[in-house]
């Protein structure tokens, strides 16, 4: 069963950036996809990025040359670098890994456990 800790969350101004951190356990970490996830209070989970093991990435439209997912297979560490801030940003974010995913739809099927995710909130 995945182990998944994210931390880096926090308030900034619109415009600001975060880097947000993800440590996984439990998995063969190098075998899996890893994603990000955000929900904003009253709406459902929805995917953000997800990078593969050899390090393709993909985006949702709305974070799109904004958002960078990165990862270090060695630390067992997920990573998303997020500039260019918006209020519509704020969420709690959470990492997890891809049992499947369909790089064409951005469907994916993410494990059941979650972590505790981190607060990301833009405001001024």
């Known amino acids: 069963q995945v182990q998944l800790v994210e931390s880096g969350g926090g308030l900034v101004q619109p415009g600001g950036s975060l880097r947000l951190s993800c440590a996984a356990s439990?998995?063969?970490?190098?075998?899996?996809?890893m994603a990000w996830y955000r929900q904003a209070p009253g709406k459902q989970r929805e995917l953000v990025a997800v990078?593969?093991?050899?390090?393709?990435?993909n985006y949702a439209d709305s974070v799109k040359g904004r958002f960078t997912i990165s990862r270090d297979n060695g630390k067992k560490m997920v990573y998303l670098q997020m500039n260019s801030l918006k209020p519509e940003d704020t969420a709690v974010y959470y990492c997890?890994?891809?049992?499947?995913?369909?790089?064409?739809?951005?469907?994916?099927?993410?494990?059941?456990?979650w972590g505790q995710g981190t607060q990301v909130t833009v405001s001024s």
């Open positions: 997890n890994a891809l049992n499947t995913f369909a790089p064409a739809t951005m469907k994916a099927s993410p494990f059941d456990s």
């Open positions: 439990g998995i063969i970490f190098s075998s899996y996809y």
């Open positions: 990078i593969s093991s050899g390090g393709s990435t």
